[in-house]
């Protein structure tokens, strides 16, 4: 049963600290989305890759947030400096080409502190 | 005015129960629209995607109304599985998500 993995699960860092979150896509799926989750705000697309290159991160903080994906089956979002407003839930989905239909996973409840 | 709008509910009814969920969206553009469902502290999840004719599911059907810009999802003989929160998703180019509707179906 294919699924999208992100690691880590949980994270609790303090404000200023470097996050890294990791993301491994559907083998074969080429498209890669970051989400992010609050209460507030719903769920809000961050970036998205086609095939490793950037599509789109309109929706992303350019200051502090940066995605990359080294090699088709790992995706990364890193904040850095965090800050407590960065506190929510990080899904990473993936899906084949323009279909749009997505599969996400399991997501990375993050807290600063 | 948000591109993508839902009533939030939540919507609580008994077992058994019909059940419909609206969903409004701001581009009259848009190509592709989806209900995805998403339990407590876990990932959305597709539920089915909505095609101009109307398409049904089971119990579920959903329906699209283009000239009025909005999106419907009905649910039939509810279960306690049902409980979820549904999310209404539309293709602008890129997936905007709704805020949700919350459905809590009780025995």
């Known amino acids: 049963d294919a699924r999208v993995t992100q690691t880590p699960r949980h994270k609790v860092t303090e404000m200023g600290q470097e996050v890294t979150m990791r993301c491994q896509p559907i083998?074969?799926?080429?498209?890669v989305f970051w989400y992010r989750q609050t209460m507030m705000q719903g769920l809000e697309l961050l970036a998205y890759f086609r095939n490793r290159a950037p599509l789109d991160d309109s929706g992303m903080p350019k200051d502090r947030f940066s995605a990359e994906m080294p090699d088709a089956t790992l995706a990364t979002l890193k904040i850095q400096p965090s800050e407590p407003r960065d506190s929510a839930v990080y899904f990473c989905a993936s899906g084949l080409g323009g279909s749009y239909e997505q599969y996400f996973g399991p997501g990375t409840r993050l807290t600063v502190t | 005015r948000k591109e993508v709008e839902q009533d939030p509910g939540p919507f609580n009814v008994p077992e058994g129960a019909t059940v419909a969920f609206n969903c409004t969206y701001s581009n009259s553009a848009s190509q592709s629209f989806f209900w995805y469902r998403q339990d407590c502290r876990k990932e959305p999840k597709l539920l089915m995607s909505?095609?101009?004719s109307g398409n049904e599911d089971g119990r579920f059907t959903a329906q699209l109304n283009r000239a009025s810009q909005y999106i419907s999802l009905l649910i039939r003989d509810s279960k306690l599985s049902d409980s979820a929160t549904y999310l209404c998703?539309?293709?602008?180019?890129?997936?905007?998500f709704g805020a949700g509707t919350r459905l809590a179906v009780h025995p």
């Open positions: 909505v095609y101009s």
């Open positions: 083998l074969g799926h080429n498209t």
């Open positions: 998703v539309v293709n602008m180019d890129k997936l905007i």
